[in-house]
């Protein structure tokens, strides 16, 4: 962390006390660090709304390894996108169900793209995609490791 800088805001009473059940809930004990995760939250959005901002990221789906082909689209896709894909991890769930989850790096326009294929998949039943920024630049890594398990 850079110089504090101390700031006094004014509240509405109301709001300020939605705002103290609201961190209380997720576990702050002060309300400094929470106004810094909110406004940090933010502006990663704002970082990753850019479509040449490089991001990092997972891409979580979940879905049914019997649904016909589903296995064989979701590793063809992902070899086209390689250069997105740092690495995967599979887990079978269940008898069905499988959860696999991908770390993303990349254009934030392509990653998004990336992930959107791969969420649409027939078979998919659910997926998630989650981007950030980290605080210092990424510098470009290759020979990505695979870690394949199925
Ligand atoms: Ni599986």
Do not use: W
Request: proline share 2%; hydrophobic share 35%; charged share 25%.
């Amino acid at each position: 962390m850079g110089v504090l800088s101390r700031i006094g805001i004014a509240l509405d009473s109301e709001l300020l006390k939605r705002f103290d059940r609201y961190i209380g809930r997720r576990g702050y004990t002060n309300r400094s660090e929470a106004f810094r995760d909110l406004i940090r939250d933010r502006l990663v959005n704002e970082q990753t709304a850019a479509p040449d901002a490089v991001v990092v990221g997972t891409v979580t789906l979940i879905f049914d390894h019997q649904e016909h082909g589903v296995t064989e689209k979701l590793t063809e896709v992902q070899h086209e996108n390689h250069e997105l894909v740092v690495s995967t991890s599979h887990a079978h769930l269940d008898h069905d169900s499988c959860l696999e989850v991908l770390i993303v790096h990349g254009k934030s326009a392509k990653v998004e793209q990336f992930a959107d294929r791969l969420i649409g998949l027939k078979g998919v039943q659910h997926g998630r995609l989650v981007m950030t920024v980290p605080a210092h630049p990424i510098e470009h890594k290759h020979g990505h490791k695979h870690i394949h398990k199925h």
